[in-house]
């Protein structure tokens, strides 16, 4: 594979987290397809801990686990910005402000 692939170890050697998954099981996990998972790793959101020939990329539990939580927190954010969810604010009722300009004050902060 790619520059990112030859700097890996390979995942016998991996010393850090077991189990490592490798791509096939990762797509599954992410409820991706395996070609997502790769595009992932050269975009560098997902970092791969190892990598062979026949298993492909393998990571950790933890990044998956971080994969999951970003793309969750970006799904709320979307629907925040959609107004799906209407946020703490717009489920507050609106203050009531006095308003400053009045017929015996009609220009604010002017003093005749």
């Known amino acids: 594979m790619g520059h990112i692939a030859d700097s890996l170890p390979h995942p016998n050697d991996w010393e850090g987290e077991k189990p490592l998954y490798s791509a096939a099981e990762a797509a599954v996990f992410l409820g991706?397809?395996?070609l997502t998972i790769t595009n992932r790793v050269y975009r560098r959101t997902l970092t791969p801990a190892a990598w062979s020939k026949d298993t492909g990329y393998c990571f950790t539990r933890a990044t998956l686990d971080h994969a999951l939580y970003r793309a969750e927190k970006a799904r709320r954010q979307k629907r925040e910005y959609r107004h799906i969810i209407p946020n703490k604010e717009q489920l507050t009722p609106p203050r009531l402000k006095r308003s400053s300009?009045?017929?015996n004050n009609?220009?604010?902060g002017k003093k005749n």
């Open 32 to 34: 991706v397809k395996p």
């Open 101 to 103: 300009i009045d017929w």
């Open 106 to 108: 009609p220009y604010e």
